[in-house]
């Protein structure tokens, strides 16, 4: 069992950068793969990033790539998401999720524990 709280969303101005934080409980974390999605307001969730346990290969959606940079501390049982270049479409709310499975995937359904979100905001 492994349980995500993010945080390090907000409000921030297009152009600028957020680093989202993902705390995760569990002896096992290192084993995982974890991703990043997103859902923008009326639209369905979505694929950020990802990186696999090892933090030796990393997978982003290309609305992310150049952008963002998706990362990892196995020691201390933390994801994060440096986000750079901001811009009014990256608004959503963010989730970290992690999947036991070995492949840096952008489905959704084969992760297998999700984090609550975090509301990123991006003004114009």
């Known amino acids: 069992q492994v349980q995500l709280v993010e945080s390090g969303g907000g409000l921030v101005q297009a152009g600028g950068s957020l680093r989202l934080s993902c705390a995760a409980s569990?002896?096992?974390?290192?084993?995982?793969?974890m991703g990043w999605f997103r859902q923008p307001p009326g639209k369905e969730r979505e694929f950020v990033a990802a990186i696999s346990w090892s933090a030796g290969s990393t997978r982003y959606a290309d609305s992310a790539k150049g952008r963002f940079t998706i990362s990892r501390d196995n020691a201390k049982n933390m994801v994060y998401l440096q986000m750079n270049s901001l811009k009014p479409e990256d608004t959503a709310v963010y989730y970290c999720?992690?999947?036991?499975?070995?492949?840096?995937?952008?489905?959704?359904?084969?992760?297998?524990?999700w984090g609550q979100g975090t509301q990123v905001t991006v003004s114009s």
């Open positions: 569990g002896r096992t974390f290192g084993s995982y793969v």
């Open positions: 999720a992690a999947s036991k499975g070995s492949i840096l995937t952008s489905i959704s359904r084969r992760y297998d524990y």
